[in-house]
C-alpha cells in the first residue's frame, strides 16, 4: 500500500551541490507535482507533469529541473543549491480528472547550508 | 499576490468551541478542495465542491462553496484536539495546476 514514495527523506546540502528528489507513485496516475513547503507560505508549486514525457512550470520553477522519464517517477533536480532551496519538498499524484484529488508523499526535507 | 487567501493565518481554541476559517478569491472556480495536513505528513484531502452554494457536511466539518464560486468556508462544531492541523484549500487552474492558499493553522487545546 505505498502510494506515493519520496527518497531522500533528509538531506543537508552544502552551497553549490546538486541532487535528485526521486518521486515515486503506484496508483498509475497521469499527473504529478513538485511543490515546496515553507513557514506562513503554504505549498508553491516548482513544476508539475501530466503524462510520461511531458512537463510545465508551476509558480515558483527556478533554480529546479525535472524529468518524467517513467509514468511512476517524477525527478526533482536541483543543479546548484542555494540556502533559499532550504525547505520541505512534497510530490503528489493525481488521476487527472478536473477536479482530481492529490495524494502527498511525506516529504522530504532539505536543508542547504 | 496570493491567488487564494486564507484568514486566519492561525488559531488557537479551547476544546469544544466552534470556529470557521476562509478561503477567498477574486477568481471564478469550477470546483475548490479542502486538505488537512498534520505534522510530518503530506495533506490529505477532506472535501471537494463543486456548484455554488453547495454545502457538505463531514462529521463535525461543514463545507461551503461561495454562490460565485469565488470563496469557501469551513467550519467546525465542537472542536477536538484530534482537529488541530493545517487547514488548506486548493484550486485547480487551468493548464492542470494544482495552487493552494497559504493555509490556516488550527491548535485545539484540551
Known amino acids: 500500500n505505498a502510494g506515493v514514495t519520496q527518497t531522500p527523506k533528509f538531506r543537508v546540502l552544502k552551497t553549490g551541490q546538486s541532487m535528485t528528489l526521486l518521486c515515486a507513485q503506484d496508483?498509475?496516475?497521469?499527473?504529478m507535482y513538485w511543490y515546496r513547503q515553507d513557514p506562513g507560505m503554504g505549498l508553491r508549486l516548482i513544476h508539475y507533469s501530466v503524462g510520461e514525457g511531458t512537463t510545465a512550470k508551476g509558480e515558483v520553477p527556478d533554480g529546479y529541473n525535472v524529468s518524467r522519464l517513467k509514468k511512476q517517477n517524477f525527478l526533482l533536480g536541483l543543479e546548484s543549491a542555494a540556502p533559499s532551496q532550504t525547505s520541505v519538498y512534497f510530490c503528489?499524484?493525481?488521476?487527472?480528472?478536473?477536479?482530481?484529488?492529490?495524494?502527498f508523499g511525506e516529504g522530504s526535507r532539505l536543508t542547504v547550508l | 499576490t496570493q491567488l487564494l487567501e486564507q484568514s486566519p493565518q492561525f488559531l488557537s481554541i479551547q476544546e469544544g468551541e466552534n470556529l470557521t476559517v476562509y478561503c477567498n478569491s477574486s477568481s471564478v472556480f469550477s470546483s475548490l478542495q479542502w486538505y488537512r495536513q498534520e505534522p510530518g505528513e503530506g495533506p490529505v484531502l477532506l472535501v471537494t465542491?463543486?456548484?455554488?452554494?453547495e454545502v457538505k457536511k463531514l462529521k463535525r466539518l461543514t463545507f461551503q462553496f461561495g454562490d460565485a464560486r469565488k470563496d469557501s468556508s469551513l467550519h467546525i462544531t465542537a472542536a477536538q484536539p484530534g482537529d488541530t492541523g493545517l487547514y488548506l484549500c486548493a484550486v485547480r487552474t487551468g493548464g492542470f495546476k494544482t495552487i493552494f492558499g497559504a493555509g490556516t493553522r488550527l491548535f485545539v487545546k484540551a
Open positions: 496508483m498509475n496516475h497521469e499527473y
Open positions: 465542491v463543486v456548484t455554488g452554494g
Open positions: 503528489a499524484s493525481s488521476p487527472g480528472q478536473s477536479t482530481g484529488e492529490l495524494f
